[in-house]
């Protein structure tokens, strides 16, 4: 027996509006911690882990661990059935083959149900230790976001390099190049405006710039993003899911021959 | 040419 009532549904909307893209098909994992994903995309360089936490549930129950392959395309179209206020309570019953979506307006007076059929998926799950990173970049998602969109009209990759002068993304294509360069800047009105470059050594990394526009689906989750780098390591990108979790993807970089 | 591994290269299976 599973039941998951989330008050804030929109939440579990925009998750499955940030990964559907990136992942076709999925194992949604329940537990005592929470409810969790790992998937990698179907050429295997990007990865994509959720965490929405038991605690950020109004109601958590969860029996026995549990694995339940989804279509993510096809929970996108449910969920996008659900109104934005409205409190989203995921059911599930042992051994059955369909998981229930049950969508409440806030004042109780719509109530809905949406049945969908699960699926049997082999995946792999990996374990990924906590690391060391090269450094650590926290700045506005929306900017992040802005920078990906832009650097793409000119070219197919982005070096991302951080220094002591800052962070600099930089592409290269047929009509052109652009470097675009963050500075440290603390000094702003709203802790969300904030650009942290943590740095213990400079580095510099090459990633497609194709899955780093997917990953910034997620920016309707959090006004932050955070970037971890190191030279032997897939870059993180993270959006924290207020007082519920994270979505965090992984990407391998590009290795020159 | 760029060589891109993939993500079960760097992370150990569970």
């Not at chain 1, 206020?85 to 083959?97: L, W």
């Not at chain 1, 307006?105 to 082999?122: G, V």
């Not at chain 1, 690391?131 to 990759?157: N, Q, W």
């Amino acid at each position: 027996m599973l039941e998951l009532r989330l008050v804030q549904g929109s939440l579990l909307k925009k998750v499955l509006e940030a990964i559907k893209d990136l992942v076709t098909d999925a194992n949604f994992d329940c537990s005592a911690t929470g409810f969790s994903l790992q998937a990698m995309d179907s050429s295997h360089v990007a990865l994509v882990a959720l965490l929405l936490r038991s605690e950020g549930f109004e109601h958590y129950r969860c029996d026995r661990n549990i694995s339940m392959g989804m279509n993510l395309n096809n929970m996108s179209k449910m969920l996008k059935c659900a109104g934005n206020d409205d409190i989203i309570t995921i059911k599930g019953d042992d051994g059955s083959d369909t998981i229930t979506f049950m969508f409440e307006s806030p004042t109780q007076d719509k109530i809905a149900d949406f049945e969908m059929k699960l699926m049997d998926i082999d995946s792999e799950h990996l374990g990924i230790p906590e690391a060391e990173y090269h450094a650590i970049v926290r700045m506005p998602s929306a900017e992040f976001s802005r920078i990906c969109k832009d650097l793409s009209s000119i070219g197919d990759t982005v070096v991302i390099s951080v220094t002591k002068e800052g962070v600099k993304f930089s592409t290269r294509g047929d009509i052109g190049a652009a470097n675009i360069v963050l500075r440290q800047n603390t000094t702003v009105d709203k802790p969300e405006e904030a650009t942290i470059i943590e740095m213990n050594e400079p580095v510099s990394l090459t990633f497609a710039l194709r899955y780093m526009n997917s990953f910034t689906k997620a920016t309707p989750l959090s006004s932050m993003v955070t970037i971890s780098l190191s030279s032997e390591l897939p870059v993180v990108v993270e959006y924290k899911i207020a007082e519920m979790g994270y979505v965090r993807f992984y990407l391998a970089p590009k290795i020159e021959e | 040419p760029c060589l891109q591994r993939k993500i079960s290269d760097y992370f150990e299976g569970d």
